[in-house]
């Protein structure tokens, strides 16, 4: 039983050494993903090229919307037309089936729109989400270059928050805190007129959908 209890104190002890040891040889630095990402000139960049496309989609859409406008006052005047008295039986039977088919080419008029709005929608967001992915992977490997040339072992990211919702990192002196010379090297090579302070939200809002009904 001795030499059972020697072996796991000798084994703790062990284990607690190699522990501390690969602890002491860590060397942790900090960044701000979030500064980095809104700081980037690609993502100024990419941001105005959504803005424009946004604005293309929502050129389109107006235009649509317009057409259908003035279909229905098309239709709301064939149907007023078909209810005169003062013109023949015949006459009135031929606008209200103008009327009628007027009123087909609305409804597909509206189903259009609102196919065309769900998928410009879907378009802003995936464009939105490869611009991300395609900056953050940029953005991640700067960091991870300027962290193995000054000899750190791993870096955390100051803006991460927990699946509660709390900050991942609780506190850092900042003494190794790598933003400004990441963001510095990112930004070495940017056009002057991107250069400018990050906005505050890089994805357009959208805007587009609008009742058709």
């Known amino acids: 039983?001795?030499?059972?209890?020697?072996?796991?104190?000798?084994?703790?002890?062990?284990?607690?050494?190699?522990?501390?040891?690969?602890?002491?040889?860590?060397?942790?630095?900090?960044?701000?993903?979030?500064?980095?990402?809104?700081g980037y000139w690609k993502t100024k960049q990419a941001e105005a090229a959504l803005n424009d496309r946004k604005a293309e989609?929502?050129?389109e859409d107006h235009s649509f919307l317009d057409n259908l406008h003035k279909d229905r006052d098309a239709y709301q005047k064939l149907l007023d037309s078909a209810n005169d008295?003062?013109?023949?039986?015949?006459?009135?039977?031929?606008?209200?089936?103008?009327?009628a088919d007027?009123?087909?080419?609305?409804?597909?008029?509206?189903?259009?729109?609102?196919?065309?709005?769900?998928?410009a929608q879907a378009t802003l967001a995936e464009q939105t989400?490869?611009?991300?992915?395609?900056?953050?992977?940029e953005i991640t490997a700067v960091v991870s270059t300027r962290a193995k040339a000054t000899g750190y072992?791993?870096?955390?990211?100051?803006a991460g928050q927990s699946v509660n919702q709390t900050p991942v990192v609780l506190y850092t002196d900042g003494q190794?805190?790598?933003?400004?010379?990441?963001?510095?090297?990112?930004?070495?090579?940017?056009?002057i007129d991107l250069t400018a302070?990050?906005?505050?939200?890089?994805?357009?809002?959208?805007?587009?959908?609008?009742?058709?009904?």
């Open 176 to 191: 190794n805190d790598l933003t400004a010379a990441v963001l510095a090297q990112l930004n070495a090579g940017a056009p």
């Open 57 to 59: 989609l929502d050129k």
């Open 129 to 137: 989400q490869r611009m991300r992915s395609s900056i953050i992977s």
């Open 1 to 38: 039983m001795k030499n059972v209890l020697r072996v796991l104190i000798l084994t703790f002890a062990v284990m607690a050494w190699f522990g501390s040891s690969a602890l002491a040889q860590q060397k942790i630095a900090t960044v701000d993903m979030r500064k980095l990402f809104d």
């Open 102 to 119: 007027k009123y087909t080419e609305i409804q597909n008029s509206q189903a259009t729109i609102v196919q065309f709005e769900r998928q």
């Open 85 to 99: 008295q003062a013109i023949s039986a015949d006459e009135r039977d031929k606008r209200k089936e103008a009327a």
């Open 197 to 213: 302070p990050a906005t505050n939200s890089v994805v357009p809002p959208l805007t587009i959908s609008t009742n058709v009904q």
């Open 153 to 158: 072992t791993m870096v955390l990211d100051l």
